[in-house]
């Protein structure tokens, strides 16, 4: 496998925060074997201080120290906004289904058993850091695209190609490697393909985002309507949705009264369901969504309920604009760029419908959309009879 060359992480620099000097010393040997840049804290109060003081690429933390354990440091860094994003790693001699939840519920990234053992320790490591560089590589690509769009709408909307092309490279390349990976036993490679083409895929989700909002702003957003029954559509978004509702151990209900023909735009109007019931996924966790669709009084009407955790009176506007999330909480702990919501909601207005939202804080959202089921325009009628 000596023709894939492994990412560059050799400026990285790592803290490790244990109180026993001898784990210290074997870690400090251990990462010098890869070059990385180590700094140490022996408990976890210098720890803390370290870590905003020096923003360190990642963290080794011991569970068990005197004073402040390694779960309550680290809630402090992802607490922070000066250190939230900075992937921490425990380092237990606890493998207990609970004790490993507690870590991964006080925000860690990652867990290493004791005794250590130097393989596991840098496959590990190598796998955070590329991540943690990934994430950041997006993110410098969407606020530099968010930019752009403000000033350039038009310039971006021709953009397009450029974009996808270097993009769909990477993701190629990854799925080459994941095959060599699987045909030869190759876990932690096949590990790491995978997380690469999750967050190809990711950042192009956000790619096309960026580029409907500006083909829109721009007045270039075409449709393609045509008639097409509306109960496979359904079916398809309940085959999409259904892992996402899975990972956060939600319910998910499709029911339909009356479904018929529509005439819309098919791609277009599976874009808009799937973003609403995504968003309902993401921020639901153990509740119940509920996808209802009828049609009657000229228009088809979906509703998707849910029971997560609502929004505020005051930003259920805007959470139609671009860029713009319910809650500062809500972005620092889901992500996302706030544009879905508005591409969706723009598209619906495209299409001669509407989208909107009833919520209720705690208790959760309605969002119903609804889309006219016969052509609205001249142009839209002599389309449909052409």
């Given amino acids: 496998m000596s023709q894939i060359q492994q990412a560059d992480l050799s400026d990285c620099q790592i803290l490790v925060i244990d109180d026993d000097k001898v784990n210290t010393r074997i870690l400090s040997t251990i990462l010098a074997t890869d070059s990385f840049k180590i700094l140490s804290a ?25 004073g402040m354990n390694g779960l309550d440091v680290c809630q402090e860094i992802k607490a922070s906004p000066e250190t939230y994003d900075i992937p ?12 490993i939840k507690a870590g991964f519920r006080a925000g860690g990234s990652d ?3 004791k005794p250590i053992r130097s393989a596991e320790v840098l496959a590990r490591i190598r796998v955070h850091l590329e991540k943690s560089q990934l994430i ?29 092309t270097p993009l769909n490279s990477i993701m190629g390349f990854s799925q080459v490697i994941r095959r060599w990976a699987l045909s030869n036993s190759e876990p932690e490679i096949c590990e790491q393909s995978n997380i690469i083409l999750k967050a190809g895929d990711h950042l192009l989700t956000l790619i096309n985002n960026m580029l409907d909002l500006a083909k829109s702003d721009a007045g270039q957003m075409v449709l393609d309507p045509h008639y097409f029954e509306v109960d496979p559509l359904l079916q398809l978004v309940q085959s999409l949705i259904t ?16 479904t018929s023909k529509i005439y819309a735009d098919e791609t277009r109007l599976r874009q808009i369901l799937l973003n609403v019931t995504a968003n309902a996924c993401k921020f639901t966790k153990d509740g119940e969504i509920h996808v209802h669709t009828i049609c009657h009084q000229g228009a088809c009407e979906f509703t998707i309920k849910d029971n997560g955790p609502g929004i505020e009176k005051n930003k259920q506007e805007s959470i139609f604009h671009p860029y713009t999330q319910a809650s500062k909480s809500t972005y620092s702990k889901h992500g996302g760029t706030g544009l879905g919501l508005a591409i969706s909601h723009r598209l619906a207005k495209l299409m001669h419908g509407s989208l909107s939202v009833e ?11 609804s889309i006219p ?4 325009d001249v142009e839209q009628v002599n389309q449909a009879a052409g």
């Fill in 373 to 376: 089921i016969e052509p609205q």
């Fill in 42 to 66: 022996t408990d976890g109060l210098a720890g803390l201080k370290m870590a905003k003081f020096n923003k360190p690429d990642l963290i080794l933390l011991d569970v068990h120290m005197p």
């Fill in 111 to 113: 867990y290493i058993c």
């Fill in 243 to 258: 892992p996402l509702a899975e990972k956060n151990n939600n319910s998910l209900q499709f029911t339909q009264d009356k």
């Fill in 359 to 369: 919520s209720t804080l705690g208790m959760g959202s309605e969002f119903t959309l």
């Fill in 136 to 164: 950041q590589a997006q993110t410098f690509m969407i606020q530099n695209l968010g930019y752009a769009l403000e000033e350039h709408s038009e310039s971006i909307a021709r953009t397009s190609h450029e974009l996808r």
């Fill in 88 to 99: 921490v790693i425990f380092l237990t001699a606890l493998t207990g289904l609970e004790d």
